[in-house]
C-alpha cells in the first residue's frame, strides 16, 4: 500500500498544497509542491484531488490517503450526506477514487502530517511548484530521514 500525506496552506492571499508518497517500507516514490489560487476552504479539498492525480499518474493500486484537517476527512468519509457545493465537489472527486484496488482517507495527526506541511509552506514562502520522484531537496531529505527514525 502506497501512503500520501497531503496539507495545505494558505497565506493571504496566497495558498498551496504538498504532498509526499511513500511505500509500505517508507521508501519515497514522489512528491509534489503546487501553488493554487482558489478559496481557502477549498484548499485541502484540491489537495485531495491533486493527491489522487497524482497517485492515479504513477499507477498506485493501493492508496492511503492521510490528511489532518478533520472536518475535511469526515467531509470526505460521510459525502454522500452533504448537499452543499463543497458537498457536491467532493463526489466529483471522489469518482477519481474508482480504479483503484483499495483507496482510503484517514485522519492523521499535525505531527504523521509535517512533511506535507513543510512542503506546502515552503512553497508558500519560496513561490514555486515542484514535481518530484525519489531526488528531492535535502531539507525534505532530513524530516523523511527523521521522520523515519520516530517510527
Not at 497565506?11 to 512528491?31: H, T, Y
Amino acid at each position: 500500500m502506497v501512503k500520501i500525506n497531503f496539507d495545505a496552506a494558505v497565506s493571504e492571499k496566497k495558498m498551496s498544497f504538498g504532498m509526499i508518497a511513500r511505500n509500505s517500507d517508507g521508501f519515497v516514490l514522489g512528491g509534489a509542491i503546487v501553488e493554487i489560487n482558489t478559496q481557502a476552504e477549498w484548499t485541502e479539498i484540491k489537495a485531495f484531488k491533486e493527491s489522487i492525480l497524482f497517485a492515479k499518474n504513477r499507477n498506485f493500486s493501493d492508496v492511503l490517503f492521510e490528511a489532518d484537517n478533520v472536518s475535511m476527512v469526515n467531509q470526505i468519509n460521510k459525502r454522500d450526506k452533504d448537499i452543499t457545493m463543497m458537498g457536491h465537489q467532493i463526489n466529483e472527486i471522489c469518482k477519481l477514487l474508482k480504479g483503484f484496488n483499495v483507496a482510503k482517507i484517514c485522519l492523521a495527526t499535525r505531527c504523521c502530517n509535517r512533511i506535507a506541511d513543510f512542503i506546502c509552506k515552503r512553497d508558500l514562502a519560496d513561490n514555486c511548484s515542484l514535481n518530484f520522484d525519489v531526488n528531492y531537496s535535502a531539507d525534505i531529505h532530513d524530516l523523511i530521514l527523521n521522520d523515519s527514525c520516530n517510527l
